[in-house]
């Protein structure tokens, strides 16, 4: 039978690669060749979707280790470092839309806003609700001089989360109070 942990991760991850690729397993061994089969497919097309060489679970490791790097880097004083650390994990996974946005940030500290601006619509382009990555790229277009797009952007933010005080800061130093 499937087990109770693979059950609760394809709940709460559908197109999660190792779930999927876990419940093929419990279904070839229940001699269900025909779900099995299907739950092996979504799972190769899972693991396709994150992008990069690496199979899931493993790229998924490689990753986040890269990016904790990224974060040791920052720490140190050294966001040029965190930058290559950051590009590394996403040519692993280029979905992971928190890694992208700590690239965003570093790039923003090194002096980079428009390269940061790249990254932080990249993210709005898969999650238009990420109201950090929505602020951020606020800061990025005011520092290109470019404070239409910015207070576009904290307006924006503000209306999608009313609670977060970063937006109307920011739109009040725009407008001078």
């Known amino acids: 039978p499937v ?3 693979t059950a609760t991760a ?3 991850a559908p197109g999660d690669a190792e779930a999927l690729y876990q419940h093929g397993e419990a279904l070839f061994h ?3 060749f025909d779900e099995a089969r299907e739950a092996f497919t979504r799972a190769a097309a899972a693991d396709q979707k994150w992008g990069g060489e690496v199979p899931s679970e493993l ?3 490689l990753a986040l280790a890269h990016a904790r790097l990224g974060d040791l880097y920052v720490e140190a004083g050294k966001p040029a470092r965190a930058v290559g650390e950051y590009e590394e994990a996403l040519l692993l996974r280029p979905m992971f839309l928190d890694i992208r946005s700590r690239l965003a940030e570093a790039l923003l500290e090194i002096g980079d806003p428009g390269r940061a ?3 932080l619509e990249k993210i709005l382009e898969s999650n238009p609700t990420f109201v950090s ?3 951020r790229l606020g800061v990025a ?3 290109l001089g470019d404070l239409e797009g910015a207070a576009r952007e904290w307006t924006m933010a503000a209306e999608q989360d009313p609670g977060d005080t970063r937006a109307r800061a920011y739109l009040a130093t725009l407008n001078g109070d």
């Open 117 to 119: 601006g790249e990254e």
């Open 3 to 5: 087990s109770r942990s």
């Open 30 to 32: 229940l001699e269900r």
């Open 133 to 135: 990555a929505r602020v």
């Open 141 to 143: 277009l005011q520092r």
């Open 59 to 61: 790229g998924n490791r």
């Open 10 to 12: 394809l709940r709460l």
